[in-house]
């Protein structure tokens, strides 16, 4: 069945960087982008940042952009998320998310759990 | 900066109807038909209810619809249940190839 597999996640100091993963698996990686999505503790959904299927696109949040980077390997059925100068802020569960037809996230990984903290 | 707005929270009794509302701050957001519903019970993961406002995927209990009129897309349940409590959260795709969630709608079944 169709399944995204997060991985990364952990306890970094304000200022580093973590890189984030996403396995995919059940359905042709290639043909679908990719979204990353995260929930504060306690807080709401954020959008994050989304790759085109062909990696030749990609947008971020305003909260994130210039310092976080998505990408992709299709040859692995993987996208990752580089997130450098870390704040406070980014605290949260970090998700990946199929983009589906109809510009829906209709997919979603388990989450992993990123803490910025000294 | 566009936004969607959702009340905090609503409440029904087993059996009754809900709507959640799900308001957008600007009129290119609201001109868009590429609005989802997500259900988030604590702790679990995101599900997705409602596609392009009203389109709703295979598995999902037809207890659960959705509409837009303007600026407002909504998410009716009908026949509320127990396990309804949860978590809603509106979605909307914006027109510079970016996304926006509503903050969240709390659930309470009386």
């Known amino acids: 069945q169709v399944q995204l597999m997060e991985s990364g996640g952990g306890v970094v100091q304000p200022g580093r960087s973590l890189r984030l993963s996403c396995a995919a698996s059940g359905f042709i990686f290639s043909s679908n982008g990719m979204h990353w999505v995260r929930q504060a503790p306690g807080k709401g959904l954020e959008w994050v940042a989304v790759i085109w299927y062909d990696g030749s696109e990609k947008y971020y949040a305003d909260s994130v952009k210039g310092r976080f980077t998505i990408s992709r390997d299709n040859s692995r059925n993987t996208v990752s998320l580089q997130m450098n100068s870390l704040r406070a802020e980014d605290t949260a569960v970090y998700y990946c998310?199929?983009?589906?037809?109809?510009?829906?996230?209709?997919?979603w990984g388990q989450g992993t759990t990123v803490t910025v903290s000294s | 900066q566009s936004a969607l707005t959702q009340p905090a929270s609503v409440s029904g009794s087993p059996g009754q109807s809900i709507t959640i509302s799900c308001t957008a701050t600007s009129s290119d957001v609201g001109s868009y038909n590429f609005v989802s519903w997500f259900q988030q019970h604590p702790g679990k993961v995101p599900k997705l209810l409602i596609s392009?406002?009203?389109k709703r995927p295979s598995g999902v209990s037809n207890r659960f619809s959705g509409s837009k009129s303007g600026n407002t897309a909504s998410l009716t349940i009908s026949g509320l249940q127990a396990e309804d409590e949860a978590d809603y959260y509106c979605?909307?795709?914006?027109?510079?190839?970016?996304?926006?969630f509503g903050g969240g709608t709390k659930l309470t079944v009386l």
């Open positions: 998310a199929r983009y589906g037809w109809g510009k829906v996230m209709d997919v």
């Open positions: 392009e406002v009203t």
């Open positions: 979605c909307s795709y914006l027109p510079s190839n970016t996304w926006v």
